[in-house]
């Protein structure tokens, strides 16, 4: 930062400034591992110790990582399932084979998530550090958490993730927050990878919520939570989404090792359809509500189908969910049932 704003800050945000001060090696040293033996601890944490004193700015280096960690990962998850989808092998897998995802599409989903990361993500990870100071959570301390500990942990997050999104995106589909907020995550209705984040900013700020308030609310009740711990349950966490989003169901996906696992199967219907599977890890949710029955009934259809008729019953029953989607769609854009009923279908112009 320049000596210019750094002087402008100083005088009339000293508590904003006081976040970009670095520190040399010696003092970032003395300062955060000044009573810790860092020659016991192992390679991976002595690398952890020496990034913070090389940043000399525990904010700052904090910061730069989460959003690193954010980026690489969330691209470096999307970028592959491109590719796949280039490759007509792996078509077979494809869960909508007859949807294809033009260039444009690509560049304009590209365009609006790296938007959305920078002006909207930015901010808010730059701030991780602070939150988590004042709820308690470690993040330059060493040594790390056990494993045992991080497992579980991070199976907390999950669940509680899981639980968050049900709700909060059951309510993103009622009119004036669908209408204002969440149709533009459902102008794919055969999504791809790089759509996880394809999103409304308030979209991503709501549902973000459920990804790192379980991390903070842990941190209320114990004092054990490392940052690290917190960057291995994001990833695993956009794995999860990026991969929902994929478009592919293949004989080795995650459901069909773990049967309540959602997966790709389970959220791609939601696109189609628009009204089922509203959970995003699990199944549970959808299944004890009831807000699945459409997707077990469209399942249980493509399974009585004969092997050699099973491609085209496939292909009538993926347009019937889509049509019925639109319709869904509609009465939500619309206000409802009750002026739906006054539109003739199809024409727009009232009965």
Known sequence: MSAVAMDFLQKYAPVVADQFVSMNSTQ??????????????NWLERTWASYYIWMGNPVLATGVMSFLLHEIVYFGRAIPWLIIDA???????????????TKEQIWKCTKVV?????????????LFHPICCYFG??????????????????????????????????????????????KLH??????????????HPLEVLILAQGTISGPFIYCLFRKDLHILTVYIWITLRLWQAVDAHSGYDFPWSLRHIIPFWAGADHHDYHHMAFTN???TSFRWWDFSLGTDAKYHAYKKRLAAAKANQRAKIEKEENERAIQEGLE?????????????EKIKVGTGKKQ
């Open 137 to 182: 959570m470690a993040t330059y301390e060493v040594p790390f958490s056990s494993l045992g500990l991080m497992a579980a942990q991070i199976a907390f997050f999950f669940v509680f993730e899981d639980t968050f999104h049900y709700w909060a995106h059951r309510g993103l589909h009622y009119g004036p927050f669908y209408k204002n907020i969440h």
């Open 28 to 41: 970032a040293q003395n300062t955060l591992y000044g009573d810790v033996n860092l020659e016991s601890l």
């Open 328 to 340: 869904a769609e509609r009465m939500v854009l619309m206000g409802g049932p009750n002026k739906i």
């Open 186 to 199: 459902h102008e794919f209705s055969a999504p791809i990878g790089l759509a996880a984040e394809y999103a």
């Open 277 to 279: 599977c509203f959970s």
């Open 114 to 126: 790296l938007i959305t990361h920078f002006t909207c993500e930015l901010p808010l990870i730059y």
């Open 87 to 101: 490759i007509p092998y792996f078509h077979q897998w494809k869960i909508q084979p007859d949807k294809h995802i």
